[in-house]
């Protein structure tokens, strides 16, 4: 196995094919996005990672001028020259809704230059029973070839965190299963090239369900502590040292709470089970009330904040907010489902004045700006959601250039509260 083909060349799928050339796979890696490509041929892309002290745009540098990494928007080209190919395109959910047509375009453009001994090894986190009931008829129809026969299709869920993902793809555990045994083989072979930690389950639905599940378990913890916070936030009690005192019982481990729940992974699957068994006529009640606790979360924050504003005799229309991270969590460029970003959204539906700064996040917004010092002159609340190691904030900063008595709400516990008082500002934290 030379030369592999990678669809979808995203977060997941830009590291993902990167990680294969370090095996001296070569990878082509096709993309429907074509100023995309355009960006990756000059070694440019959006996407923060890095490995071994190298960023990625090195590592993508490197694999294109060893001829190891080929972007093309020509799924064609890719697919004459390689027969294992791997699909990393998302499933989006609106109104909590899957929305199933970028995936089956995907499908259907595979299926359309399958050849006989292709392997189809899907990577995207996926509604139950997709890879059986939604890619294989697509693939058979547009190659009119036999899955299991005459190509072979598998699933293997994709687990790594952003920032963290050419580590994660070589060491993270990972599942797979296909249609058939032959299939299954065949999706291990090629997921063992990159990771010794492989393994097989008795079929796809085993494997897509089960992804989903460990990103809901994470959304279900997270709304309890999320609820604990908007608990003792009203109480005035400290929600960290209670999860501290709560997690000395050896068999309880809460996790930190925080304003809300970023990025695909974790809303799309609990939606992606529920839609499943709404359909089954099933209710889980306990997912779509995380999903519910979670969701509402910035809009929690946002009350919190404007309660503190109405204790220093000011409230939130016309009050001047700055932001600074508005990435879906620490260290990362990625915006999707921010609830930084929902923060943002609730301030200015409320009538408040909002500006961000946030190095991460390209493109423009209206209410971007490009330094730290536009961002915070004259502003009377800073919110700092998230962890960004290019902002630095300091006391100083924020003294020389934030109004009087202005409110910090450093969920994360970023600033020194004591500094922050000392220039008569309002801390709060969570
Ligand atoms: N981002 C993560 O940390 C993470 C972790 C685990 C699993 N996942 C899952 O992996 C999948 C991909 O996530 P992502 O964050 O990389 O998404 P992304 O949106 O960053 O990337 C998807 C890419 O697919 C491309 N694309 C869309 N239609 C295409 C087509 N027909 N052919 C080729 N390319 C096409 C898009 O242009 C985009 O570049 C999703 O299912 C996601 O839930 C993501």
């Given at each position: 196995m030379k030369s592999i083909s990678v669809f979808g060349l995203g977060f997941v799928g830009l590291p993902l094919s990167l990680t294969y050339t370090f095996y001296g796979v070569k990878v082509y890696g096709v993309d429907v996005n074509k100023e995309y490509i355009e960006r990756l041929k000059k070694f440019d892309t959006h996407i923060l990672e890095d490995y071994h002290r190298k960023n990625i745009k090195e590592i993508l540098k490197e694999s294109i001028e060893n001829k190891l990494f080929e972007p093309t928007d020509s799924a064609e080209l890719a697919m004459k020259n390689t027969s294992e190919i791997i699909v990393t395109v998302g499933v989006p959910v609106e109104n909590r809704k899957a929305i199933m047509k970028p995936f089956n375009a995907a499908m259907e453009t595979i299926g359309k230059n399958l050849k006989r001994g292709n392997l189809i090894l899907i990577r995207s986190t996926v509604p139950p029973g997709t890879t059986r009931e939604v890619a294989l008829p697509i693939l058979e129809k547009k190659s009119e070839l036999k899955c299991g026969k005459d190509f072979f299709l598998a699933y293997s869920s994709e687990r790594i965190a952003e920032g963290r993902a050419f580590e994660e793809f070589q060491t993270m555990p990972v599942a797979v299963a296909g249609i058939n045994e032959e299939s299954t083989k065949r999706g291990k072979a090629l997921l063992d090239l990159i990771n010794p930690n492989v393994i097989k389950a008795s079929s796809p639905e085993i494997v897509e369900i089960s992804k989903l599940i460990e990103n809901s378990s994470r959304d279900v913890n997270i709304a309890l502590v999320n609820e604990l916070a908007s608990l003792t936030e009203k109480m005035g009690v400290d929600t960290m040292e209670v999860i501290n005192v709560a997690n000395t019982h050896k068999r309880v481990k809460l996790l930190t709470p925080g304003i809300g729940v970023g990025g695909h992974c974790i809303p799309y699957s609990t939606h992606y089970i529920y839609y499943e068994a709404q359909k089954l006529g099933l209710e889980l009640p306990l997912l779509s009330t995380a999903r519910e606790v979670n969701e509402n979360r910035p809009l929690q924050i946002v009350n919190y904040v404007e309660e503190a504003l109405s204790k220093i005799g000011?409230?939130?229309?016309?009050t001047k907010f700055a932001i600074t991270g508005i990435a879906?969590?620490?260290?990362?460029?990625d915006i999707s489902e921010s609830p930084a970003m929902r923060i943002k959204d609730i301030i200015i539906q409320k009538g408040g004045n909002i500006v961000w700064y946030d190095p991460n996040v390209e493109g423009d917004f209206k209410?971007?700006?490009?330094?730290i010092e536009e961002t915070l002159k004259d502003s009377e609340v800073l919110i700092i959601p998230i962890k960004q190691e290019l902002i630095k904030l300091n006391v100083d900063l924020l003294g020389s250039l934030m109004k009087e008595k202005s409110i910090i709400f450093d969920p994360k516990g970023l600033l020194d509260r004591k500094e922050i008082e000392k220039l008569g500002f309002v801390y709060i934290s969570i």
């Open positions: 000011k409230s939130l229309q016309g879906m969590k620490d260290n990362s460029s209410e971007k700006k490009e330094t």
